[in-house]
T-cell receptor, first 112, second 111 residues
């Protein structure tokens, strides 16, 4: 009964370092999403995928890259981390467009 | 750009009373309106949703109403309980089916 699993749960980076956040879902969903959540703001969409091998830009894509090589996995990469990327990152998946999104419990990322 | 405004940002109610959270959206093409509950340290969890062909939907103590003409939708929680304390988010679909989110309402249930 895993649903959406995000790793790692916490991470501290120095400015300029790179890292990859992993999202895995076991619901056979076609659609996957990466959001960031900042204090006092709602979730903002970074990138999303409508199926294996596809990716698309969301509202705030700059500084991030993604890959969806397998249907169940969606990776979010930061090539050169900046303090402005300190945030909580959430991954979600859905069966189709306009269907409920299921979320992981987030990755708390701090960039020093 | 498209946006969703959510009010209030904080709502404190006595246990057993009702709570109402309101959202306004800007994209007239929006047709899907979910509400999510987020507990501390967890991801958002869907509690109820409504589509544009329906004016109201209920699920036990929770109800959502939609006024497409005014571009308003609201979450109603009756007989509030301590476990209702959380942050609630509304969202609206855009024409490309992606969601635009409100800024959230922190609901506090006073014993």
């Amino acid at each position: 009964n895993a649903g959406v699993t995000q790793t790692p749960k916490f991470r501290v980076l120095k400015t300029g370092q790179s890292m990859t956040l992993l999202c895995a879902q076991d619901m056979n969903h076609e659609y996957m999403y990466w959001y960031r959540q900042d204090p006092g703001m709602g979730l903002r969409l970074i990138h999303y995928s409508v199926g294996e091998g596809t990716t698309a830009k969301g509202e705030v894509p700059d500084g991030y890259n993604v890959s969806r090589l397998k249907k169940q996995n969606f990776l979010l990469g930061l090539e050169s981390a900046a303090p402005s990327q300190t945030s909580v990152y959430f991954c979600a998946s859905s069966y189709a467009q306009g269907q409920p999104q299921h979320f992981g419990d987030g990755t708390r990322l701090s960039i020093l | 750009g498209e946006n969703v405004e959510q009010h209030p940002s904080t709502l404190s109610v006595q246990e057993g009373d009702s709570a109402v959270i309101k959202c306004t959206y800007s994209d007239s093409a929006s047709n899907y309106f979910p509400w999510y509950k987020q507990e501390l340290g967890k991801g958002p969890q869907l509690i109820i949703d409504i589509r544009s062909n329906v004016g109201e939907k209920k699920d036990q103590r929770i109800a959502v109403t939609l006024n497409k003409t005014a571009k308003h939708f609201s979450l109603h929680i009756t007989e509030t309980q301590p476990e209702d304390s959380a942050v609630y988010f509304c969202a609206a679909s855009m024409s490309n089916y992606q969601l635009i989110w409100g800024a959230g309402t922190k609901l506090i249930i006073k014993p």
